[in-house]
T-cell receptor
Framework: DSGVTQTPKHLITATGQRVTLRCSPRSGDLSVYWYQQSLDQGLQFLIQYYNGEERAKGNILERFSAQQFPDLHSELNLSSLELGDSALYFC????????????FGSGTRLTVV | KNEVEQSPQNLTAQEGEFITINCSYSVGISALHWLQQHPGGGIVSLFMLSSGKKKHGRLIATINIQEKHSSLHITASHPRDSAVYICAVIPYGQNFVFGPGTRLSVLP
């Protein structure tokens, strides 16, 4: 157990639907990062939060949004889902804004049918 | 051209062999990570490097900043080392840029 908890582990949903993925960072970590891993694109950075504030954005679609709450857990919201959104979504956390002491969660596998 | 390239793409080795995975990148970076992704999907950060060499057990990682190249070595490989190894660089002021990964299979 890495200390970073992601729920759910698996999610199957239909096109057009909306889902929320949840991430609880390791205790003491203030930064949360979201990544998408699809078969054709590999791992891609989506978005980073630090202590509740958005810090960096990567290749995140407008249909996707995220937030980090006062208790430091984060949620990634994916809406108007398309087949191509099927992927593994990873959350990672680190104690600071920089990429030190970096720990990944086990991921949420999203399947859009 | 991808910013981060890895070679080989796939690698099959016999247990006990010495393994080298290479990573080349084209941008200036502040650091480089080597990640291990198990068949079940989980990702583990193995090393973070900004210069020189690091060793952890049977794993050794080196980086040459001038040549924009890093290597991951596995000594006395074991079937449990079978995984995808991903090189990830951190360009200045940016977040991770990931390599395509190297799929390693170690046969008993």
């Amino acid at each position: 157990d890495s200390g970073v908890t992601q729920t759910p582990k698996h999610l199957i949903t239909a096109t057009g639907q909306r889902v929320t993925l949840r991430c609880s960072p390791r205790s003491g970590d203030l930064s949360v990062y979201w990544y998408q891993q699809s078969l054709d694109q590999g791992l891609q950075f989506l978005i980073q939060y630090y202590n509740g504030e958005e810090r960096a954005k990567g290749n995140i679609l407008e249909r996707f949004s995220a937030q980090q709450f006062p208790d430091l857990h984060s949620e990634l919201n994916l809406s108007s889902l398309e087949l191509g959104d099927s992927a593994l979504y990873f959350c990672a956390s680190s104690i600071r804004e920089g990429l030190y002491g970096y720990t990944f969660g086990s991921g949420t596998r999203l399947t859009v049918v | 051209k991808n910013e981060v390239e890895q070679s080989p793409q796939n690698l099959t080795a016999q247990e006990g062999e010495f393994i080298t995975i290479n990573c080349s990148y084209s941008v200036g970076i502040s650091a480089l990570h080597w990640l291990q992704q198990h068949p079940g999907g989980g990702i583990v950060s193995l090393f973070m490097l900004s210069s020189g060499k690091k060793k952890h057990g049977r794993l050794i990682a080196t980086i040459n900043i001038q040549e924009k190249h890093s290597s991951l070595h596995i000594t006395a490989s074991h079937p449990r080392d079978s995984a995808v190894y991903i090189c990830a660089v951190i360009p200045y002021g940016q977040n991770f840029v990931f390599g395509p990964g190297t799929r390693l299979s170690v046969l008993p």
